[in-house]
């Protein structure tokens, strides 16, 4: 699988070339609103072209998922592509987005590359090669209880569905962890998990595309991630509990209460 992470490490720095050289010029950009708080720029489909490119020029056969021009079939190779993780903070400058993609071969995720243009700062991980952040090996924390602990999430802010069981599960969360984080790139928040950075994420409603990627890399940094169910079926359901073997536990245990029969 090397090879092929080395084609996605190329391109999520070719597409972040393009994120980087068009944040001087935002406010000339054309915006598109394909649904309610989801926005796409002509730059969130330039990166795309760009990765799509690439991908197709090593691999002419493989299937590909991305997030803004959809399926392009194959074979049992396909490529999960999020181009600009976090469109709505590079849209108003604010410095916390990325390029994320996962390969997943016969519905097993193989390789993950999560990069970050402003802090040049690249995530990488092959399955059961380990996980590395710029060449440097990276694990979870060995934090073990909630008190003191770090955890990101997302809001479901496409739909008000799940939002009363999403503040149930923020408030049970909160009155526990020292902080809860929400910086609006997924992608970015799972691979923070992975590195340390935060000890554990969880969120409802999330696409494939924003995550494929940073599981992978939690997976191989010594993490656990599942849906609410305490199955693997999160590329799927959108919903998503991650971190530390232990912080996993604590944070299945706050959530399930508050988990409804839609969210299983």
Partial sequence: MQPMLNTAVRAVRSAGDIILRSSDNIGKLKIDQKGKNDFASEIDRAAEREIIHIIKTAYPDHAI????????????????????????????????????????????????????PLRDELFTARRGGGAMLNSRRIRVTSQNSMKGALIGTGFPFKTDLHLDAYVGMFKAISMQAAGIRRAGAAALDLAYVAAGRMDGFWEIGIMPWDMAAGILLIKEAGGVVTDFSFNDNYLSSGNVIAGSPKMHQLLYQLIEPHVTDRLK
């Fill in 65 to 116: 998922l991305a997030e803004e021009s959809g399926q392009h079939e194959g074979n049992d190779f396909i490529w999960i592509i999020d181009p600009l993780d976090g469109t709505t903070n590079f849209l108003h400058g604010f410095p916390q987005y990325a390029v994320s993609i996962a390969l997943q071969v016969k519905g097993r995720l193989e390789v993950a590359a999560v990069y970050d």
